[in-house]
């Protein structure tokens, strides 16, 4: 057995394996009869290390006499098809002990600090899907009442990017960038790659799928080209155009902190040191150098004040420079989206629109990206102090930051040449009007994130919002401030019914 694991005397057991069409997610699972269960001292969520053909892994228990009978053990789908196991093999089943770690999740929960090997046991077992999520929770839970320290969060980091994948640039400079979130339509970070990569600089950037907002990075780059690569490929991709936007997900970067999010997501919990950790391994296993951090703050964001986000920041430039990255942060406004569009088709367009100069690209996403693109100009050395947005807004001006997207899109397997007018809406729409003459005075993301998500965002690429009216524009009684659109008859009723619900726009 491995380090921290017991056996209850090397019993062994061989059971006939029934399939089980169903995927846990978790920890991996399998089945056995209630009576069995009782006749051999197992109960609902024991582990047992299950072997088959030279090959084994530890999966939790449960119980039910529906399922299987006493000769058999239900496999499901996680167990399976890791073990490429069939129905009516035969399949040993070994009882042993909770890991180690799980003493260590007790610790923290009173109240003691974790040392770097605790933490690392941790991380490893979550990796290994040895903890339940309910011990995976209780993990998140402590972290959250207790918080973690800088030490442990350094830890914690460090144990993240040895368990998972690594780029391996051989750069001196290697950039990056990163928002805390919580903004509709924040599409920055495909405006200023391709800037940054225009003028030779490496920039590989990974980036989210959504969890609650209506499109993540991810979600939106994958309306133009693949965002789902191994590590060589996504390589060979940053060698070739010097910048890259892929899903962090699929290149297992961070494994244990993706696991991590599963479990967060539900509770509503983001514990500090967690979020620190979860953000600077990504940057860590690219390599980065420098990274510019984004902190918007706003009644509905993420950081709703300045003293929240100057705390943050000395919490960001602490840990970083454990690791030997220069980071510079910029405070932001969060109190209204940026952009026009909100989901994935729609936010491409504004990318696409933007860079290729039409007058429709959003002139607030523009001016974002560039005094983010040029605060990263300044921090690697590429620019004078002052001088950053201007370089950066002229990448734009003449053309050469999307044709290095053209480049980065083709590079990723997409069509270099798609027009924005090529990505479809939802055929079923909805417009919000003005209930009556008078100042848009705040347009709530929580309302808009909502409503986009209820139309379908992002599961439906051509769902979303298209915005005409923004934050201090004056409007009229019955005048259009934003369409919702769907695929979905269905979707577009919820979206509405939404709409009248949670009244997002204050006209005063």
Not at 35 to 45: L, S
Not at 138 to 151: K, N, P, R, W
Not at 436 to 442: E, F, P, S, W
Request: hydrophobic share 40%.
């Amino acid at each position: 057995m491995k380090s921290g694991e017991f056996t209850r005397g090397d019993i062994v057991f061989q059971l006939r394996a029934k399939i089980v069409d169903i995927e846990t997610g978790g920890m991996p699972v399998i089945s056995l009869n209630e009576d069995f269960a009782k006749e051999n001292d197992f109960h609902n969520m024991d582990r047992v290390v299950v072997s088959f053909n030279g090959k084994s892994l530890v999966a939790a228990v449960d119980t039910s006499e529906k399922i299987v009978s006493k000769e058999e053990v239900g496999i499901f789908e996680d167990v399976w098809k890791k073990l490429k196991i069939k129905n009516g093999d035969i399949v040993e089943i070994t009882p042993v002990g909770k890991p180690e770690s799980t003493k260590y999740i007790r610790k923290k929960m009173d109240r003691e600090e974790l040392f770097d090997k605790e933490i690392r046991a941790i991380v490893k077992d979550i990796v290994d899907e040895k903890l339940t999520d309910v011990e995976m929770a209780a993990f998140v839970a402590a972290s959250y009442m207790e918080g973690l320290s800088m030490s442990e969060t350094t830890s914690l980091t460090r144990a993240i990017v040895e368990t998972g994948g690594r780029l391996k640039l051989r750069k001196k400079i290697i950039a990056d960038k990163h928002s805390i979130g919580g903004v509709p339509g924040n599409r920055v970070t495909m405006v200023l790659v391709p800037i940054i990569a225009s003028l030779g600089i490496t920039i590989p950037k990974t980036s989210s799928r959504a969890i609650t907002s209506p499109s993540g990075t991810a979600d939106t780059m994958e309306v133009l080209a693949n965002v789902s690569f191994s590590t060589e490929e996504l390589t060979k991709i940053v060698e070739k155009t010097n910048g890259c936007i892929a899903w962090g997900g699929a290149i297992n970067l961070a494994a244990a902190d993706d696991k991590l999010i599963r479990i967060r997501h539900p509770l509503s919990l983001d514990p500090e040191g967690l979020m620190l950790a979860s953000v600077m391994a990504k940057k860590v296993a690219v390599g980065a150098t420098h990274v510019i951090f984004d902190l918007p703050i706003g009644e509905e964001a993420k950081l709703q004040s300045l003293g929240e986000a100057r705390h943050l920041e000395r919490e960001f430039t602490k840990l970083a420079e454990k690791f030997g990255i220069k980071v510079e942060t910029l405070v932001t406004d969060g109190n209204n989206p940026i952009g026009n569009g909100i989901g994935p088709n729609l936010e491409a367009r504004d990318v696409l629109w933007l860079l290729k100069n039409d007058r429709r690209g959003p002139l607030d996403l523009r001016r974002k990206s560039v005094l983010l693109a040029g605060k990263l100009l300044e921090l690697v050395g590429y620019a004078k102090e002052g001088e950053g947005e201007k370089i950066a807004d002229a990448q734009i001006d003449n053309g050469k930051a999307y044709q290095k997207m053209k480049e980065i899109i083709e590079a990723q397997g997409g069509n270099p040449n798609v027009n924005p007018e090529d990505l479809h809406v939802g055929e079923f729409t909805c417009d919000y009007e003005a209930e009556k003459y008078g100042r848009i005075t705040n347009m709530s993301n929580h309302a808009l994130a909502k409503i986009a998500r209820a139309a379908g965002s992002p599961v439906d690429k051509e769902a979303g919002i298209y915005i005409y009216k923004k934050y201090g524009s004056n409007v009229k009684q019955g005048e259009k401030i934003f369409t919702v659109y769907s695929k979905s008859e269905r979707r577009i009723e919820r979206a509405i019914k939404l709409m009248k619900e949670l009244n997002p726009v204050t006209i005063e």
